[in-house]
């Protein structure tokens, strides 16, 4: 099975950084995406890594080590609309193809 | 706008009914998924098809079923409905050439608005 575990909630500053932590133990790996959903929306596709390393998007950034079973989505420049839930999602390869299994998510609060 | 389509957005019903939800891909995607999401519950997976054929299978009840249709718009109906059936119902959908390992974000998963469905 898979486990994919990330903090339930947490709060922040307009204006400031946060770091929302990712950790997973999976077999068969085959890349890490980040989510973004709005209550009651779809989620909203944020980044995407399958090597080591930082992907940057604008505000947004996202780090991956395979070794450590690890991930973070970095949000900076926080704004009020920034407040969401942030979907950590482990795709996994198998000879049938690819399933992506979320994480509960991480609800972001982000305060004036 | 994901490019996929779920219908009816919104749906109540009554216990022991049986609904269908319906799902329409992105233009070339072969890959559709089914989530369910209970309030404030993380995304559970149901099932997976890929150009007509299941491929995966997470936690779906034996009163739910799915299938993918040649033109690859996809159904998911749920029978004997309870209380606790209650949820929003996403479908996704990929290329996923399913071929091996992806290399890009090329095969990102897109989600449609979801169905709300409400048993009364």
């Known amino acids: 099975g898979q486990n994919i575990d990330q903090p339930t909630e947490m709060t922040a500053t307009e204006g400031a950084i946060v770091q929302i932590n990712c950790t997973y133990q999976?077999?068969?790996?085959?890349?890490l995406f980040w989510y973004q959903q709005h209550a009651g929306e779809a989620p909203t596709f944020l980044s995407y890594n399958v090597l080591d390393g930082l992907e940057e998007k604008g505000r947004f950034s996202s780090f991956l080590s395979r070794s450590k079973g690890y991930s973070y989505l970095l949000l900076k420049e926080l704004q009020m609309k920034d407040s969401a839930s942030y979907l950590c999602a482990v795709r996994t390869y198998k000879a049938a193809g690819n399933k992506l299994t979320f994480g509960g998510g991480t609800r972001v609060l982000v305060k004036p | 706008d994901s490019g996929v389509t779920q219908t009816p957005k919104h749906l109540i019903t009554a216990t022991g009914q049986r609904v269908t939800l319906r799902c329409s891909p992105r233009?070339?995607?072969?890959?559709v998924y089914w989530y369910q999401q209970s309030l404030d519950q993380g995304l559970q997976f149901l099932i997976q098809y890929y150009n007509g054929e299941e491929r995966a299978k997470g936690n779906i009840l034996e009163r739910f079923s799915a299938q993918q249709f040649p033109d690859l718009h996809s159904e998911l109906n749920l029978s004997s409905l309870e209380l606790g059936d209650s949820a929003l119902y996403f479908c996704a959908s990929s290329v996923d050439g399913s071929e091996g390992p992806a290399r890009s974000s090329g095969n990102t998963i897109y989600f449609g608005e979801g169905s709300w469905l409400t048993v009364v």
């Open positions: 233009s070339g995607d072969l890959s």
């Open positions: 999976t077999s068969g790996f085959n890349g």
